[in-house]
């Protein structure tokens, strides 16, 4: 187990456990994610990952599986950010979550 108490570390764990969800769809779009572009992404982008994961289950599918948008722009580019990368990745190392 990694004992990295820096507050980037910190934040980095609250993410992954907020990352798992209910769900194994959104596990499987959301946990690829943070792990392989979130240290990429902008500050507010990371901002915005961060309030998305905030969100209800039924929300995030919705918006993930591409039946609605969110209506918040930031919301909205992140949301559009984690499809493209599921689109465009291969995740097939995750399919065992």
Do not use: C
């Amino acid at each position: 187990m990694n004992d990295d108490n820096s507050p980037a570390a910190i934040l980095r764990k609250r993410l992954y456990w907020h990352s798992r969800r209910g769900m194994w769809e959104l596990d499987l779009l959301l946990i690829p994610f943070l792990e392989q572009r979130f240290d990429q992404i902008s500050e507010a982008d990371q901002l915005a990952y961060q309030q998305l994961i905030e969100g209800e289950d039924q929300d995030l599918f919705v918006w993930l599986m591409h039946r609605e948008w969110p209506e918040e722009p930031s919301q909205r580019r992140i949301v559009q950010m984690i499809v493209e990368h599921a689109e465009t990745t291969d995740n097939s190392a995750y399919r065992t979550l």
